[in-house]
């Protein structure tokens, strides 16, 4: 076994890697960039070494700087994750000719199953079914067109070398496929270092099911059951499931099989995970994962067994540790991935600070793996995903239930997440009833707005204890600044000469104004329960006490916990799975309307442009593309409000911008 290992990667993958080395014994080499200097990996690992700029370009996605710091550091073998060079045969052949281990396969089955085209031609020689489709090596649109056509209407442009949707559209009509190619390559380029596509028949109401398999250097190749990643925004899985729901046995063995076939194909060593199609009773082989999977805890809960230890043995020349009859299924388990974005927008990535963080306590039951604290920001150089929250129970309606429990104690402010979502997916009555497909998201738009309802009066309540809070803090620290603190003067405790005295506090919640009152005590040295709150419907005794942002509050006899994080003059509440935000008001300060945008195209998220597609002077049609950014792995484009002329463009290709930038201005046609 190794003695010292460097993962090269980031996040939440470099931390559970370093949980399992720890664990046996060897020491673990980070490596960060500029932008994760003060990252959660860095501080769990042995030693870390800085190797670049922020850009993932100029260090993550860095060889020659990656196997220098594995050199630099002594270690003996690289472990990739995920993402970034995980399936690079490049790097995997690098690693082997600097005299170090690269824990995955070997590059001449990267190279086979890396290249979906390649993967699907191997397997229909194999005589694994496959989606109809092209996967040839010309690529002029007039050529992809004509496969298109053959195909048939709906169809899927998926990047040859890709992977977690990046360089995938769906095309619904001939006349959108030349601008879905064009966007498909520029970020299969950007993503991958190569822009090859290939055109799929575009199922209808398919299920994405996956097999996990291993292989070691003895012959010995096993799978350990499959996976349903269905449950997908943007064609990259946020829910996942083992073992897939609601499979037929003679499907699941069929599956499991035609799994090893494909690894046993291309010579495979360590850990893989082959992908499916499944619709009508049949499946479809779509292409093959030369690597740890994002979703692979699932797998770990229902077989307890840890992954990435066997990764570590396979590398190190040793026996897989089980034949295929010695391992069993136990249970079901979900994972729910967390990230930062916000699905009412399209699910655009979002940027900010975590203010506050509190999870579900792990166990037997829940797990979290995670690369951030509370603390941390999430900046826009690389994928949004926070946190993985993975349940396991005996069947799969109580794991579906130990999801919903877990997704209403996770508590995250700061930040624009996906957890509404997630919530309410766990909580629809289809999800629990049946087996999903990937369009339940596209068939339930519900599930994608922002929560309407109004805050409920222990939300207000809460809100109002704050502001308290923080009012008496201010007066508090006033008070022992002052020539005399112990004047009554200086006192916080709300007490008058003549009656009770009131705080009031103006809260806007959206476009409602939420106006409360908080009624101090009538004598001094009263205890905290004989304020009172003016609340709608009523004035209620309330008080509360405070552990850091955590308050027990105790209204009208009611007894319950929320959380309340400030940010300034922003106020959020988080309870019982919902989340709550306010925005103090002051009737005194000068509010003038915002004006409109207009014309005015602006930045949606910070991000660098990657493409601008106009000029001044330059007459576009409404939903004409104008500018395209990058963010977090990710293109989006933005167009014109209007037909129109374009009046400026500001935007300069690879240019950093932050959100709300003026990036072009169009005026209407007269």
């Known amino acids: 076994m190794f003695s010292k290992i460097l993962i090269a990667n980031r996040g939440e993958i470099a931390c559970r890697v370093i949980r399992t080395a720890r664990r046996l014994g060897i020491a673990t080499v980070a490596v960060f960039s500029e932008a994760d200097r003060a990252a959660l990996h860095v501080e769990s690992a042995d030693e870390a070494i800085e190797i670049g700029p922020a850009p993932a370009r100029k260090s993550y996605l860095d060889p020659a700087a990656i196997i220098a710091a594995a050199r630099a550091s002594g270690a003996e073998a690289i472990h990739p994750g995920y993402g970034f ?15 170090l281990v690269f824990i995955g396969p070997p590059a001449t089955a990267i190279r086979a199953m890396g290249s979906k085209s390649a ?36 169809v899927l442009i998926k990047a040859s070398a890709g992977g977690g949707g990046k360089g995938m559209r769906i095309v619904a009509r001939p006349e959108d496929l030349a601008v879905a190619i064009q966007g498909a390559k520029r970020e299969a380029r950007a993503t991958f270092g190569d822009d090859h596509v290939l055109i799929e028949k575009y199922l209808e109401r398919p299920r994405h099911v996956e097999v996990q398999v291993f292989a070691d250097t003895h012959g010995n190749c096993i799978h350990l059951f499959e996976r349903d990643c269905s449950i997908q925004r943007r064609h990259q899985k946020i829910i996942e499931e083992a073992p897939a729901p609601g499979l037929d046995p003679g499907l699941r063995a069929a599956i499991g099989e035609a799994a090893i076939r494909a690894a046993r194909a291309v010579g495979y060593l360590g850990a893989g995970t082959v992908e499916f199609i499944v619709a009508n009773g049949a499946f479809h082989f779509m292409e093959m994962n030369t690597r740890l999977q994002v979703e692979h805890p699932v797998t770990e809960m229902i077989t307890g067994l840890d992954l990435v230890e066997w990764q570590l043995r396979i590398a190190a020349g040793k026996r897989l540790p089980l034949g295929q009859e010695d391992i069993t299924l136990t249970g079901h388990a979900i994972e729910a991935r967390i990230y930062a974005e916000d699905p009412a927008r399209d699910f655009l990535p979002a940027t900010g600070r975590i203010l506050h963080l509190r999870t579900p306590d792990p166990g037997p039951h829940v797990r979290i793996d995670t690369g951030v604290r509370e603390g941390d920001r999430i900046g826009i150089e690389y994928d949004p995903m926070i946190a993985k929250l993975i349940v396991w129970d005996h069947d799969r309606e109580a794991a579906r239930r130990r999801l919903v429990g877990a997704l209403a104690a996770y508590e995250l402010a700061g930040v624009r997440t996906n957890l509404a979502l997630l919530r309410a997916i766990a909580g629809h009555p289809d999800f629990a009833a049946t087996a999903p497909d990937t369009g339940f998201i596209a068939r339930h738009p519900e599930l994608l707005a922002s929560p309407t ?157 990657g493409s601008v597609l106009v000029a001044p002077g330059e007459e576009v049609a409404r939903g004409q593309r104008l500018i395209v950014l990058e963010a977090m792995k990710m293109e989006i484009t933005l167009t014109a409000p209007f037909a129109g002329v374009v009046v400026s463009v500001s935007a300069e290709s690879g240019a950093m911008v932050e959100e709300g930038r003026e990036l072009a201005v169009v005026r209407p046609l007269a």
């Open 85 to 99: 060079l995980s399936e690079n045969a490049e790097f995997a052949e690098s690693v082997a000719a600097s005299g």
């Open 119 to 154: 993967a699907k031609t191997l397997m229909a020689e194999s005589g694994v079914a496959l989606v109809p489709g092209y996967h040839g090596a010309l690529q002029d649109e007039a050529t992809l067109a004509q496969a298109a056509a053959r195909v048939g209407y709906p």
């Open 453 to 609: 309802d109004a805050a409920p009066p222990e939300a207000l309540a809460a809100c109002a204890l704050a502001v308290l809070r923080q009012r008496e803090a201010v007066a508090r620290a006033a008070a022992e600044a002052s020539a005399d603190p112990a004047s009554p003067w200086a006192a916080v405790d709300g007490w008058r000469l003549f009656g009770r005295a009131a705080q009031e506090v103006l809260l806007r919640e959206g476009e409602t104004l939420h106006a409360i009152t908080l009624h101090a005590p009538d004598e001094p040295g009263a205890t905290p329960a004989d304020w009172r709150i003016t609340l709608p419907g009523g004035i209620f005794p309330v008080s509360g006490s405070w552990r850091g942002n955590r308050l027990r509050l105790r209204l009208a006899g009611h007894e319950r916990a929320l959380s309340v994080v400030a940010d300034g003059e922003t106020l959020t509440v988080l309870a019982a799975g919902a989340t709550y935000h306010f925005r103090l008001f002051d009737p005194g300060a000068t509010v003038g309307a915002e004006s409109a945008s207009g014309g005015r195209v602006l930045a949606p998220i910070p991000g660098y442009v």
